[in-house]
């Protein structure tokens, strides 16, 4: 049962009503007890009674004087409540003040991040260009002939080479992006070709996971507008970890659909272990990985889904993430298709 509201009357605006009449001297602590039980009595025969009614009908107080006791508590009460209202205002401001300045903290902090990040991955660079040209011509047979087992032990290092090369690029694009400075282009290029070198590129990673990669889609879909370097470097982010996460048997689809006049809907979708549906969002946050533990048997900076939201919102689109645990996850967003190009890719 829903607990009744009590009645709003005078007295609660003017509190202890009583007791200021008796410091002002207009009544006796006398005349305020025979005053409060003749309330009471009214009150308990059902009535609405008030002390000031009851001062007046047992002629303890003149209604002058009794005006003007309620008129100094009205007074007193919007003086208070004006002085609250003053340092509540008071306390916002400086509340205020504080979160504006963690925020300048934090963005400052962020910056120093995305400047330690981008010196660093510049600096490795510059060494691990050395390393791959050497790995290279050891392997060519350029300084020497080398054992079948010194041959393999140098692939071997030349693979662990590369994924560290693609990584270093990964934090140079995300210091990039985190600047502001990723630059964007916006021309016609042909998505389905972008689609096909991508599954061709993610394949043999695909087969030694006993993985399936296929393109699905019409040969007349139409060109789209947009970066087709940075679109291609996130459909191959997509590919990729859609392969790691999916078991031997399983499959990775990249489909291309026209959707209305004007869109081309680009989507990954695996037969992999899928996402908690309380933890989508956080495979968008950089630097992290669902399973953060040290035997996590999938490995990654934790930056390339946060990197192609970012492109793909740069296009002025958005990446949408569905997934159910144990069957699988998709990832799509739309591209504007190009008018004048799909009409000329139609007539020939």
């Not at 607990?3 to 008796?22: A, C, R, S």
């Not at 208070?80 to 003040?97: D, F, I, K, M």
């Not at 210091?175 to 389905?192: C, N, T």
């Not at 070709?193 to 006993?210: D, F, M, Y």
């Amino acid at each position: 049962m829903a607990k009744q509201k009590p009645q709003l009357i005078p007295e609660m605006l003017v509190p202890k009503l009583g007791e200021g009449l008796v410091r002002g001297g207009h009544i006796s602590e006398v005349d305020l007890q025979k005053a409060l039980a003749y309330q009471q009595e009214q009150v308990a025969q059902g009535k609405t009674y008030l002390l000031g009614q009851a001062l007046l009908d047992l002629n303890l107080l003149d209604r002058p004087t009794l005006d003007e006791a309620v008129t100094e508590q009205i007074i007193q009460l919007r003086s208070a409540l004006q002085a609250a209202n003053r340092t509540l205002e008071q306390r916002v401001q400086e509340r205020t003040s504080e979160l504006q300045g963690a925020l300048e903290r934090l963005s400052e902090l962020s910056q120093m991040k995305a400047n330690f990040v981008a010196n660093i991955s510049h600096e490795l660079r510059t060494p691990l260009t050395h390393i791959k040209g050497y790995l290279e011509l050891m392997i060519t047979d350029s300084l020497g002939p080398l054992t079948e087992e010194q041959r393999h032990a140098l692939q071997v290092s030349q693979r662990a080479s590369n994924r560290l090369e693609n990584m270093i690029e990964d934090l140079i694009m995300f210091s990039l992006a985190s600047r502001g400075e990723m630059s964007m282009k916006q021309e016609p290029f042909d998505i389905q070709r972008i689609a096909n070198l991508a599954a061709k590129t993610a394949t043999q990673k695909a087969e030694e996971r006993g993985v399936q990669v296929h393109v699905v889609g019409d040969e007349n879909t139409p060109p789209v507008q947009g970066d087709p370097e940075k679109i291609s470097w996130a459909l191959n982010q997509l590919l990729d970890n859609a392969v790691k996460f999916t078991p031997s048997g399983g499959s990775v689809i990249i489909s291309l659909k026209e959707e209305g006049a004007n869109l081309v809907m680009i989507s990954v979708t695996d037969t992999g272990i899928g996402i908690p549906a309380h933890r989508l969002k956080e495979i968008f946050e950089p630097f992290h990985q669902l399973d953060g533990s040290s035997t996590r048997k999938v490995g990654g900076t934790g930056l390339g889904l946060s990197l192609v939201r970012q492109i793909v919102e740069a296009h002025g689109s958005l990446l949408d993430v569905s997934s159910v645990e144990g069957r699988g996850t998709t990832f799509k967003f739309p591209l504007l298709a190009v008018e004048e190009e799909k009409k000329k890719k139609q007539r020939t």
